[in-house]
Nanobody, 127 residues
C-alpha cells in the first residue's frame, strides 16, 4: 500500500509560481510511474504531467508545456510539480497519483491506470 500526501497549493496571482510536492510512503516509490492530475470546478479530472520510474521519460498536457516541470527525488520519496507562469485556467484541485504497472517506458495519461491517489491540494490563480 502506498500513501500519497500533497502540499504546496495556495492562492497566487496570474504569472506567479507554485511548487507542489507529493510525499509517498513505502519502499516501492522508485518503481512507480507518478502523475499529477487536476480537477477544475465543474469539469472532469484531467492528466497534467507524469514521470516514469527512471525519470527518463516525462509527459505533459499541451496547455502546460514549457510552464510546468515534473521531477522526483528518490531519497525523499517525493515527486514535485513546478508551476510557472500560472494562468487562471490552471485553477483546480491537484492530485498526485501512483501507477504500479511494472517497467513502463512511457507515462500513461489514463487515470484508470493509477492505483493510488492523494487527497488533493487546491491551487487558485487570480487574474
Amino acid at each position: 500500500q502506498v500513501q500519497l500526501v500533497e502540499s504546496g497549493g495556495g492562492l497566487v496571482q496570474a504569472g506567479g509560481s507554485l511548487r507542489l510536492s507529493c510525499a509517498a510512503s513505502g519502499r516501492t516509490f522508485s518503481s512507480y510511474t507518478m502523475g499529477w492530475f487536476r480537477q477544475a470546478p465543474g469539469k472532469e479530472r484531467e492528466f497534467v504531467a507524469g514521470i516514469i520510474r527512471t525519470s527518463s521519460s516525462t509527459s505533459y498536457i499541451d496547455s502546460v508545456k514549457g510552464r510546468f516541470t515534473i521531477s522526483r527525488d528518490y531519497a525523499k520519496n517525493t515527486v514535485y510539480l513546478q508551476m510557472n507562469s500560472l494562468k487562471p485556467e490552471d485553477t483546480g484541485v491537484y492530485y498526485c497519483a501512483a501507477d504500479r504497472t511494472a517497467r513502463r517506458i512511457v507515462v500513461s495519461e489514463n487515470q484508470e491506470d493509477y492505483n493510488y491517489w492523494g487527497q488533493g491540494t487546491q491551487v487558485t490563480v487570480s487574474s
